[in-house]
């Protein structure tokens, strides 16, 4: 008899079906094979191949200038990694604020070329149709509202927003626009906790929230922030869970030191 372990693959619907049973959604971001393969193990329900991956991955300051391109290598090496978790990747600025015709270009290339399950995009009613395009090609979709990266240079700081009431009426207004456009998720980023909680609970489908409390049906961080390698980076919202720049210093300096001292390779370490 042979056993196979059979890995049900988490999609759209098992994300909606969270929120019907109450269950948190977990996603990390992921932007290469080996981390994927990792957090697929530990069970994370959806890989982002987040445009963070600009600023973590690539060292830019914002997010603006990664391109479709690198996107797309990124989110091919997670999609290759991932057996069991959904994979959704983020559509890069400017390749979807402009005609719908150029969005649906765009998501179909990522699609295509990476192999990823969904595509994320930021911003409510003034992209709906772009959105929509989109969807009624058969591509799901993540909203994301709030602090949305990819509008810094609109915004100025990268501060908590919707805190004034016109801001966050327009939050929840294009909250309902996503979900009635056919969004299966919607990433908030950065609100109060409240507002994310009265938000989530209008809703149908679910709400990943990344600093914007716990009333979200689901979390968010990005993976190099919740390992503690982007070790000055601490946001109030963030835990970390490890500290890797420290121990990869720590091995490094080992390893040097290793090497230097003629210690590395031993006899059981060469052939
Ligand atoms: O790009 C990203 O990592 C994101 C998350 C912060 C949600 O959009």
Redesign the pocket.
């Known amino acids: 008899m042979s056993v196979h372990k059979v890995i049900k693959r988490v999609t759209t619907n098992t994300i909606l079906s969270m929120k019907t049973n109450g269950e948190k959604v977990t996603?990390l971001?992921a932007y290469d094979f080996s981390t994927a393969k990792a957090l697929d193990e530990a069970g994370i329900d959806v890989l982002?191949i987040?445009?963070?991956?600009a600023n973590v991955f690539a060292g830019y300051e914002t997010?603006l200038p990664i391109t479709l391109d690198n996107m797309i290598y990124h989110a091919s090496a997670v999609a290759r990694g991932a057996k069991r978790a959904l994979v959704l990747a983020?559509l890069p600025f400017g390749e979807y604020q402009g005609t719908a015709e150029d969005a649906f270009k765009a998501a179909v290339r990522m699609m295509k070329e990476s192999g990823v399950h969904a595509l994320?995009l930021?911003g409510g009613i003034e992209i709906i149709d772009n959105i929509k395009k989109i969807i009624d090609a058969g591509i799901p979709v993540c909203g994301?509202l709030g602090l949305t990266?990819q509008s810094i240079n609109k915004f100025g700081t990268f501060s908590v927003r919707a805190q004034e009431e016109a801001e966050a009426e327009k939050l929840k207004s294009d909250a309902l626009a996503l979900q009635q456009a056919g969004c299966f998720a919607i990433?908030l980023?950065k609100i109060p906790a409240k507002l994310a909680r009265e938000v989530s609970e209008s809703l149908n489908i679910p709400t990943?929230g990344?600093g914007a409390g716990n009333g979200c049906d689901g979390q968010?961080?990005?993976v190099n922030d919740m390992l503690g390698f982007t070790k000055d980076f601490k946001p109030k919202f963030l835990r970390q869970y490890m500290k890797m720049y420290e121990n990869v210093v720590e091995a490094a300096s080992q390893y040097a030191a290793d090497v230097k001292s003629g210690n590395y390779p031993n006899e059981s370490e060469q052939y």
């Open positions: 996603m971001t982002l987040g445009d963070s991956a997010t983020d994320k930021e994301h990266p990433v980023e990943v990344i968010v961080l990005v």
